[in-house]
DNA sequence: ATAGGGTTAATA
DNA sequence: TATTAACCCTAT
């Protein structure tokens, strides 16, 4: 007797998405026993969760069933032949800049907001919302998990805690860090005003192909991570979900593949569908966006 | 235990 | 018949 095909409920599917916040994508075993998530997943295998992020990841990211994506693995000619992939993602690669000429308004923005990891550390203090704050070490463990990171990550990390206490986005409680009230709400504000028209009702499959990108692309931005702390609008909450799958996904192929080639084809493929190309400055520059969505600019071909 | 290719049940 | 989502198999 062949099991009817039991369809994944949306109660199990935010359970997923939850648990893959909380321990990244690929800890099946660890989401399915997490007494969190093991109640409403206990009629799901590891290997379930697995199989269900593979199709929700796909779907979200527009390009339809998974078999059409494995065009896409081409093996760079790349002498690196150590298996530790580590150069790709960390340094802003500037093979994928000079490829690509953005206007890119780096720097010197009289924020003074710092560019690289201090997203990744509001991303991590927002994902694990500890009321109490969290220490170095949590933070470190949470981003190394997620992110390749450079050597003396530890270090940088250090000081950029420093910086982003200094400039008041966190702040620090005995030895636990925590994003502030008031960085918290500046980015509600900023989110509000860059999250317009779209029909957010709407069931998953509406978000699909350009929509998703042109529109309410700086929404991933560090601050779009807060905003969702103080406006807990479920759509928003989902929206912005998307994008962080849809960046994971890309993260996910560059590093399996190594291969700047992948995300080329990835990024050609968007282009010559006519895509605003928000997707470049992901890869240039993780988890940032451009501050500016007007900065972003289209690539030619 | 996980990733990824492959298969089958449901459905448009 | 073509697509999709759930499920299975196997190498790592």
Same mark, same amino acid.
């Given at each position: ?5 039991? =369809? ?6 935010? @359970?997923?998405? /939850? ?9 099946? /075993?660890?989401?399915? =026993? ?16 697995? *199989? ?7 779907? @979200? ?5 998974? *078999? ?10 790349? %002498? ?5 992939s ?15 000429? +953005?206007?890119?308004?780096?720097? %010197? ?8 990891y201090s ?9 694990? /919302?500890?009321?109490? #704050? ?14 390749e990171?450079?050597a003396?990550?530890r ?7 420093r910086? +982003? ?5 966190i ?29 957010? !009702? ?22 779009? !991570? ?19 799958m849809?960046v &994971? ?5 560059? &590093? ?7 995300l080329? %084809? ?5 282009c ?13 520059? #993780?988890?940032?966006?451009?501050r500016?969505?007007? @900065?972003?600019?289209?690539v030619?071909?």
């Amino acid at each position: 007797m062949g099991a009817p095909k039991q =369809k994944w409920t949306s109660e199990e599917e935010e @359970a997923l998405r /939850r648990g893959v916040l909380k321990h990244g994508a690929g800890k099946w /075993r660890t989401i399915q =026993k997490d007494p969190e998530f093991s109640p409403v997943l206990s009629s799901r295998s590891n290997i379930d969760l697995k *199989d269900k992020w593979r199709n929700l990841s796909f779907s @979200a990211s527009g390009l339809g069933s998974r *078999d059409k994506i494995k065009v896409l693995r081409i093996k760079a000619p790349s %002498s690196s032949t150590s298996p530790s992939s580590q150069s790709l993602l960390l340094p802003p690669s500037d093979k994928v800049t000079e490829a690509s000429p +953005l206007a890119d308004s780096e720097k %010197s923005s009289q924020d003074g907001k710092i560019p690289k990891y201090s997203s990744m550390i509001i991303e991590a203090l927002y994902e694990m /919302r500890d009321p109490n #704050g969290s220490d170095v070490d949590a933070i470190c463990n949470y981003i190394e998990q997620r992110h390749e990171v450079q050597a003396n990550f530890r270090r940088l990390l250090t000081t950029k805690l420093r910086r +982003l206490t200094a400039a008041k986005k966190i702040e620090k409680i005995d030895r636990a860090y925590k994003i502030t009230e008031s960085y918290a709400a500046k980015a509600s504000i900023a989110m509000k005003s860059l999250s317009p028209k779209k029909d957010l !009702a709407k069931p998953l499959k509406a978000s699909q192909n350009a929509g998703l990108f042109a529109a309410t692309s700086p929404a991933l931005d560090a601050a779009a !991570a807060a905003a969702m702390k103080v406006a807990d609008a479920e759509a928003k909450a989902h929206l912005a979900n998307e994008h962080m799958m849809e960046v &994971e996904r890309i993260f996910k192929l560059s &590093e399996e593949t190594e291969s700047l080639l992948t995300l080329a %084809s990835e990024i050609y493929e968007r282009c010559s569908r006519g895509e605003v190309l928000t997707v470049l400055q992901v890869a240039q520059n #993780g988890f940032e966006f451009e501050r500016n969505s007007s @900065a972003s600019s289209t690539v030619h071909a």
